[in-house]
């Protein structure tokens, strides 16, 4: 059973599926790189998750330690309820990095 970066299985078959497909794919091209959804290599889609990193950025009152967590939860937020897309932020994708 695949887990999460702190050692709890993940049920999600969604992420599960999303997580297969970004090593299949993007680890060909590096090894070693941050994994991100694979949703993300849709133009289309991908144009509407920058302008949301954007805005989440902006909204985002946390500087320093833990902002990531703060803008990929706004920006899965948005991207759920403005614009019906299912969207893991790298903290869910890359099971082997833990992120501050």
Same mark, same amino acid.
């Given at each position: ?5 702190? =050692?709890?299985?993940?049920? @999600? $078959? #969604? ?10 794919? +993007? %680890?060909?091209?590096? /090894?070693?790189? #941050?994994?991100? !959804? $694979?949703?993300? !290599?849709? $133009?289309?889609? %991908?144009?509407i998750i920058r302008e949301v990193e954007r805005r989440a950025?902006? #909204?985002? /009152?946390? +500087?320093?330690? =833990? ?5 990929? =939860? %706004?920006? %899965? !937020? ?6 019906g897309i299912v969207w893991y932020p790298p903290s869910r994708?890359?099971? !082997?990095?833990?992120? @501050?």
């Amino acid at each position: 059973m695949e887990t999460d970066a702190c =050692g709890h299985p993940i049920r @999600d $078959p #969604e992420l599960l599926r999303r997580i297969e497909k970004a090593k299949s794919s +993007q %680890r060909l091209r590096d /090894p070693h790189a #941050e994994l991100h !959804d $694979p949703i993300e !290599d849709n $133009p289309r889609v %991908r144009a509407i998750i920058r302008e949301v990193e954007r805005r989440a950025e902006k #909204e985002s /009152p946390i +500087q320093g330690m =833990g902002r990531c967590h703060d803008v990929w =939860g %706004r920006m %899965r !937020d948005i991207l759920k309820n403005e614009h019906g897309i299912v969207w893991y932020p790298p903290s869910r994708i890359n099971t !082997d990095l833990l992120y @501050d």
